[in-house]
């Protein structure tokens, strides 16, 4: 029960790391990939979900924490108050990043979408009508 919290807040940042590398590798967010933007596809809604997923579970291991705290040994929650303040600056800052690559990866993909409608396959995109 002591390490609960620790265990939903490791979750929360891996799931996290799951909606990053997502993006990163299918939104073309990384320079190498930029030529491949007309391929990019809308972002899915499982990875939608896997960040409120992130984001419910950052937010839940303090909680539990708070819950569970009066059962903890002295050190653990010692331990627990040492890392409290730098864990939330954490989750924070991944959640706020988890948003910034999600955002670009939506941008790369309503440009993709664009070129697709606009270019289709076989038509030439430097003749103009």
Known sequence: MAFLPLGLWIFGFTSGLAVGAFCVVAGAVSPSARSRISEVRPVPWAMVLLHLV???VFASSYAVYLLVRPDLSADVDAWYRSV???SACVAVAAVGIQLALLYVHAVHAMHGEMDRRLHP???????RR
């Open 121 to 127: 396959k076989g038509t030439d995109p430097s003749r």
């Open 54 to 56: 992130s984001a419910i």
């Open 84 to 86: 409290g303040l730098v």
